[in-house]
């Protein structure tokens, strides 16, 4: 009778997860039609075919800290499929769906089935992958890049507890996988390289392929260091200031939200996550180095929030789109540790669809798919043009964060079709233009109320009215020169 009630559950937690899994692959490809986030706008001007390759290589991407492989790559794409909004996301849900699909067939061999399901059923409805999926920055494809070469680190990992040397076109998976993650996100790339020591020291125990992993990663070392020069040119000039400053506490609130769910499941997952741990150990102890994902997943995580701990020092990386990439190692820590539970005790397995449910619920709460335009940069300039009746808009690029060449590229998208609209920057050329009849109308993205007392005080203008508001701080007004000026 026990039998037959572990096996009912097996059969209904599966079925359930598995309608779940199709359901949230699905959900990938279901609003690729959304506007454009202003890091999504850079992406589009950053990999647009009809400047060339050139031009954007020594204006945009050797003056942007983020590596320049995503870039190129969608650059390519838009060359060969066209672009549009939807094609851009497009690139980025086929890698989330690829990341579905490699979490199942690039499992190791050893894994049991059932095993294989339940990390690529995480993968598939976690709440946070499948909004990243979707977004036109390099998240979707680093992720990727972070289970390829996770996976093959624990293909490799096995082959060293075997004390056997991994085939060579094991190294090449991990090595290749692990430089394309370093030179499309930074998290990616530390995440590369601290699987590699990782590596390192599973092949110190097992005295196996130690002199492989030390000069390979050495070598994918040398050929990523390059970017980090570029980095560091960057941030050194005066222009280069990190305008981030959330508190830390609240910070980590957020990720661990987003990441793992609402408050109630983020106490659910602990407590259960604290139990399984400690059966864990006390089921492995005599063997716990050869439990290599748990051992890799937790050396992962732990390491890459203390790198990131020491950095924010001095830049503040505690971003919740930053940590998406640490989420293929959270979800096979989750993997292993709700395999193990149902290994003990059958009737865990009904924790499995009961967390996807969860993020399924927390992924239809979210706004981002009810919300057409994230800014509101397509009224304003609808609004330049057929209230305003402008031919030259001056747009103010100071607060921006931006280069002035890339910024003007991204408000390119924005100018409706045959209006003739020519686009500035607000400058101390150009600034007499707004001062002139008829005036050009200044456009303020970002805008707050002390960005536009600065921007008043440094060119000497006041405001003929009060500014239109478009979304929630885009600013579109008329000024004349302040008295005495």
């Known amino acids: 009778m026990k039998q037959k009630i572990n096996r009912f559950f097996l059969i209904f937690s599966v079925s359930v997860s598995a309608v779940a899994t199709v359901y949230m692959l699905y959900q990938r490809f279901c609003y690729l039609q959304m506007g454009l986030l202003y890091d999504e ?8 075919p009809q400047y060339p390759f050139s031009f954007i290589w020594h204006q945009m991407m050797l003056q942007d800290i ?34 579905i699909a490699v979490s199942y067939l690039y499992a190791p061999p050893k894994w049991p089935g059932l095993k294989k399901f339940i990390f690529a059923a995480l993968t598939a409805c976690s709440a946070a992958l499948a909004v990243f999926s979707i977004y036109v920055r390099s998240y979707a494809w680093a992720i990727l890049s972070v289970y390829v070469f996770t996976l093959a680190a624990l293909r490799i990992a096995e082959c060293l507890n075997k004390h056997q040397y991994p085939a060579k076109t094991l190294w090449t998976v991990f090595f290749v996988s692990g430089l394309v993650g370093a ?8 995440l590369f390289f601290i699987t590699a020591l990782l590596l390192f020291i599973y092949a110190c125990c097992y005295k196996t392929a130690r002199k492989t992993i030390f000069w390979l990663t050495s070598a994918a070392f040398a050929l990523w260091f390059p970017w980090v020069l570029v980095t560091c040119r960057i941030m050194a000039a005066p222009t280069g200031i990190w305008y981030y400053d959330a508190p830390w506490p609240r910070a980590t609130w957020e990720i661990l939200q987003y990441l793992l769910g609402s408050s109630t499941v983020l106490v659910w997952i602990f407590s259960c996550g604290i139990l399984a741990a400690v059966s864990f150990v006390y089921t492995y102890r005599s063997k716990l180095l050869q439990q290599v994902d748990l051992i890799l997943s937790a050396g992962q995580i732990l390491l890459l929030v203390s790198v990131v701990a020491a950095v924010s020092f001095k830049y503040n990386l505690w ?22 539970l149902y290994e003990r005790h059958r009737p865990f397995i009904l924790l499995l669809p009961a967390l996807l449910l969860a993020w399924g619920y927390q992924y239809m709460k979210m706004d981002f798919k009810h919300i057409r335009e994230f800014t509101g940069l397509k009224d304003a300039f609808h609004f330049a043009v057929t209230e305003m009746k402008a031919d030259t808009l001056l747009i103010d690029t100071s607060q921006t964060g931006y280069t002035e060449v890339a910024f003007l590229r991204m408000m390119e998208y924005y100018i409706p079709p045959h209006s003739g609209l020519e686009i500035k920057p607000l400058n101390n050329q150009t600034v007499r233009e707004a001062l002139q009849e008829p005036k050009a109308p200044v456009l303020i993205p970002l805008c707050t109320q002390i960005h536009l007392i600065e921007t008043s005080l440094k060119y000497g203008l006041q405001k003929d009215k009060n500014p239109y508001i478009f979304g929630q701080d885009v600013c579109l007004l008329t000024v004349h020169r302040l008295a005495g000026k």
């Open 41 to 48: 706008l850079y992406s589009m001007a950053s990999s647009n």
């Open 66 to 99: 983020n590596p320049p492989l995503y870039n190129t790559m969608l650059y390519l794409w838009n060359s060969l499929v066209g672009m549009s909004v939807s094609k851009m996301r497009l690139f980025s849900a086929l890698a989330g769906a690829l990341a």
């Open 183 to 190: 030179y499309l996100h930074f998290f990616s790339a530390a």
């Open 319 to 340: 971003m919740v789109r930053y940590f998406s990439i640490l989420l293929p190692s959270i979800l096979l820590l989750l993997t292993g540790l709700l395999y193990h």
